[in-house]
């Protein structure tokens, strides 16, 4: 049934997919979307805000782009808001000039130390994955105000804890949604789950911070297991949930003392991202059309 909501979906009307998404997407403007954080602040809950794009066709964009998330971390300030950015890497001009790409994260990573606050690399699809980790390496030399994402179901994630575990970064670890090959990536949800509970507790171990982003249940009991039997101090850790998704179980685990951040897309390409995201995740698809009948 999820895959089947996933897919019809470029059939409906936009006004209706506009209606349908706004569960999980806090409107077009900045200002709408620093409006959800201050909401969600309000509530004792965290936030990152990701600007909606990626895989642009130059460097302008790459720079209008920084210019726009340049301008949301002085809100962010100026609002005394709790909450951190995301940036996908392909948006800020991986897939054109590795190089620029990485001079134009610095400076949004600077900036953000100016303002003390912290800025995420998100992971996209596997052809991103080599460039991504050696850019936010690049970064790591100077700045420690920067973390990066890791997806349980690539078979290759635990040589990359291994690799970068001299840094000991500040990880977000997801099970991982984009449509991969068998050879680079576990199809069984159950291995998908076990790796994901190894991973983090050798993160936890090595003593990583680690942003515990799932929206399964299983997920959360197994890290709450975890976190007692190392006895994890909540400084250590968080857990990271989609705007929209799930409330109740994020409500759960907030009100039980954990530290909670929610994911906060917003932006022009609301529209072609939902599409995306719901094709690549049909659970996600399940969650937000459950989530309208309740």
């Not at 569960?23 to 004792?44: F, H, K, Q």
């Not at 610095?106 to 991504?132: P, Q, W, Y």
């Not at 975890?226 to 799930?246: C, D, N, S």
Request: proline share 3%; charged share 30%.
């Amino acid at each position: 049934m999820d895959r089947v909501i996933a897919r019809t979906l470029p059939l409906v009307p936009k006004p209706i997919v506009r209606k349908f998404s706004s569960r999980y997407i806090a409107g077009e403007t900045p200002d709408e979307a620093l409006a959800t954080v201050a909401s969600l602040n309000a509530r004792g809950i965290r936030a990152t805000l990701d600007i909606l794009g990626e895989h642009i066709r130059n460097l302008d964009q790459a720079n209008q782009t920084a210019a726009e998330y340049l301008h949301l971390l002085d809100e962010i300030a100026r609002r005394k808001l709790d909450s951190t950015i995301s940036i996908k890497l392909s948006h800020l001009g991986l897939k054109i000039d590795l190089l620029a790409c990485l001079k134009i994260a610095d400076g949004l990573v600077r900036r953000a130390k100016e303002l003390n606050n912290f800025v995420r690399i998100d992971m996209e699809d596997s052809s991103c994955t080599t460039d991504t980790l050696q850019i936010y390496r690049d970064l790591r030399r100077d700045h420690s105000n920067v973390g990066v994402v890791i997806q349980a179901y690539l078979r290759r994630t635990v040589d990359d804890v291994a690799a970068l575990e001299e840094l000991t970064p500040n990880y977000r670890l997801c099970k991982g949604v984009y449509v991969e090959p068998a050879e680079i990536s576990y199809r069984d949800m159950r291995v998908i789950n076990r790796n994901y509970v190894y991973i983090l507790e050798k993160l936890l171990r090595s003593g990583s911070y680690v942003g515990i982003a799932t929206h399964d249940e299983l997920m959360v009991w197994e890290a709450l297991r975890i976190i007692r039997e190392l006895k994890i101090p909540p400084t250590a850790y968080e857990f990271q949930m989609l705007l929209g998704v799930e409330e109740q179980l994020r409500d759960v685990i907030h009100k039980a003392g954990h530290n909670v951040r929610i994911y906060i897309p917003f932006g022009r390409d609301w529209y072609a991202y939902s599409v995306r995201r719901l094709r690549e995740n049909p659970r996600l698809a399940g969650y937000v059309f459950k989530a309208m009948f309740k």
